[in-house]
């Protein structure tokens, strides 16, 4: 397959620090109908803004960041508490604007970012996702109705999710710059149900995701929920983001 070479452009955005265009294979086909969707067998130039992964950083099922380090993501497995939220999660209330001036390069800034996420939501939901003084969250999994991450389309959002120590969201369906710049990060698994889950769980509830079988468990009512299947954007976030993926399978240089 014919490779492009890295085309980087220093200093695109406050957040990260190069746009680079790596080749990507055309059959890299996201979960949702609405996301970017491939089925040539041919290759394509795409373009993600985004940052490098940060070094050092294992993930299971609860950590900064979502790929798993020692399995494929077919078999990876998330188990913990879930944090409920309903449609249209904007990403100002994911992460207010506020705190965009956090750079996620600088681990202390990461780790406050982290601290913020979901710190938007109306005075309706009276429990927090990160508690006050706290900079980690004791939710492993976000579960959410229609159109989540909508908005504006700032990478902020996956990264704060990310750095809160989430490892998934699962909603009915995502505003596609979420779902996107989830993949390109590699910091969250947007996971997409089959029914209503807010609907269906509360916060507080432990559940299971098992990627493999495309399920969800909730240990607290008994019951099961199946998943869409993540599809080849599995590969990216476990790889922990574009960049990883593409040092991984050769598209640019390896450090």
């Known amino acids: 397959m014919h490779q492009h070479p890295p085309i980087v452009k220093e200093g695109t955005m406050a957040l990260f620090s190069a746009t680079t265009f790596v080749t990507v294979p055309r059959n890299l086909a996201f979960a ?10 041919s290759s394509r130039l795409l373009s993600f803004t985004t940052s490098q992964p940060n070094p050092g950083i294992s993930v299971t099922f609860h950590t900064p960041r979502a790929h798993a380090p020692s399995s494929s993501s077919s078999s990876a497995t998330f188990h913990g508490l879930c944090y409920v939220v309903g449609d249209n999660i904007d990403t100002d209330q994911i992460i207010p604007a506020e705190y965009l001036t956090l750079v996620p390069s600088k681990p202390d800034e990461y780790e406050k970012l982290g601290s913020y996420a979901l710190v938007g939501l109306p005075a309706t939901y009276s429990t927090r996702f990160v508690d006050a003084g706290e900079t980690k969250t004791k939710y492993a999994i976000v579960i959410g109705g229609a159109n989540f991450g909508c908005g504006s389309s700032r990478e902020h959002a996956p990264v704060a999710l990310g750095a809160s120590g989430a490892a998934a969201v699962v909603a009915e369906s995502y505003a596609r710059i979420f779902f996107r710049n989830s993949v390109a990060t590699g910091e969250v698994y947007p996971l997409e149900s089959e029914s209503r889950l807010c609907e269906e ?3 507080g509830d432990v559940v299971t ?6 399920r969800l468990i909730n240990h607290t009512t008994g019951k099961e929920y199946r998943l869409k299947p993540i599809g ?3 590969p990216v976030i476990e ?11 050769g598209m640019i240089p390896s450090r």
């Open 32 to 41: 949702s109908s609405n996301k970017l969707s491939f089925s040539s067998s």
């Open 201 to 203: 769980c509360r916060t």
């Open 209 to 214: 995701i098992e990627l493999g079988e495309s």
């Open 232 to 234: 080849d954007a599995g």
């Open 239 to 249: 790889a922990g983001g574009i960049f990883a993926y593409a040092r991984k399978t």
